[in-house]
Structure formats: C-alpha cells, structure tokens
C-alpha cells in the first residue's frame, strides 16, 4: 500500500521559512508526478506546487510564485517544499500527493492525484 508521510510543519511567523518534507513508501513504479496542495477552513483543496519525476518539470499557484519551490530526492523518495516569505494566509494544513501514472510534466489537476498524505499543518502568525 502506498504512503506518504509528511514532516516539517509547524508555527512560523509571518516572514519565516519552513521545509516541508515528503516520504513515500509502496510506490512500485517511477515516473510519477508529484505535488503539494493545501486547504483552509472552509476552503476548497488547492494546487500549491508540482514537479515531474525528474523534475524537469514545475508548476506553482500564483500565490506561491516565487516564495515556494518543490524539490525531490528520488533516491530517497522523497519530496519537499520549502517555504520562504511566508505570510498569514499560507495557513493551512498542506498535503503531498503522487499521481497513479506517469507524467513527463508538472500535473496541477487535483484529480489527476492518486495518493495522499494525512496532512501537516503550517501556522503563519502575525
């Protein structure tokens, strides 16, 4: 079964930086793209960041944009984001993902993602 485990969130204040890491576990194919997304009370599920397996390929919200970067150790399975500047309304619980197939590009398409963490949750204070 397929796992993602996330680390790295926690309580900034507004102008902080943090690193939120990824480790999946049960994968049995490479190639996959890979992605964060985040979700505040009463909001909708949005896209953050994404990269393809080789990371050739990146995508970021507008929002985001040149504050966020995503990163991969594929050898490790792993994925992070760091997080820099970040501001109030970063806050949220974020999510890493994977899709279920292959993808030569960055995938922005929250249905597209098979597979989920259980979430971390980053406070922006002011």
């Known amino acids: 079964q397929v796992q993602l485990v996330e680390s790295g969130g926690g309580l900034v204040q507004a102008g902080g930086s943090l690193r939120l890491s990824c480790a999946a576990s049960?994968?049995?194919?490479?190639?996959?793209?890979k992605g964060w997304f985040r979700q505040a009370p009463g909001k909708e599920r949005e896209f953050v960041a994404g990269?393809?397996?080789?990371?050739?390929?990146?995508a970021y919200a507008d929002f985001v944009k040149g504050r966020f970067t995503i990163s991969s150790d594929n050898p490790k399975n792993t994925v992070y984001l760091h997080m820099n500047s970040l501001k109030p309304e970063d806050t949220a619980v974020y999510y890493c993902?994977?899709?279920?197939?292959?993808?030569?590009?960055?995938?922005?398409?929250?249905?597209?993602?098979?597979?989920w963490g259980q979430g971390t949750q980053v406070t922006v204070s002011s």
């Open positions: 049960g994968l049995t194919f490479t190639g996959y793209a």
């Open positions: 990269a393809s397996w080789g990371g050739g390929s990146t």
């Open positions: 993902a994977v899709t279920r197939y292959s993808s030569s590009r960055a995938v922005r398409e929250r249905s597209d993602y098979a597979y």
